[in-house]
């Protein structure tokens, strides 16, 4: 399947996708993009401290030189999709 990336400067111009990645310096956007998608099933990906409080599903961050992440089970039910153990 064909794989389209698109670029969003601001949540003003955020559409309905699949998934969306939130760079660290836009993740002040991350309420009013979740506002946006509501109703959506995209799948919400950020990249610093507080994502997950914010609304993010997945949210990406370092301990110390190690890169970690942290899921929101509730979000992504709420998006209507699923969680899938890792294999």
């Not at 949210?59 to 509730?74: P, R, T, V, Y």
């Amino acid at each position: 399947q064909m794989m389209k990336v698109k670029v969003f400067s601001n949540p003003d111009e955020v559409t309905n996708c699949h998934l969306i990645y939130i760079a660290p310096n836009k993740s002040g956007t991350i309420p009013q993009i979740v506002s946006k998608l509501n109703g959506n099933s995209t799948l919400i990906i950020s990249d610093g401290k507080g994502g997950i409080q914010q609304g993010s599903a997945i949210n990406f961050l370092l301990d110390g030189d190690k890169l970690k992440f942290e899921i929101s089970k509730q979000h992504i039910e709420q998006k209507g999709l699923k969680e899938v153990p890792a294999c």
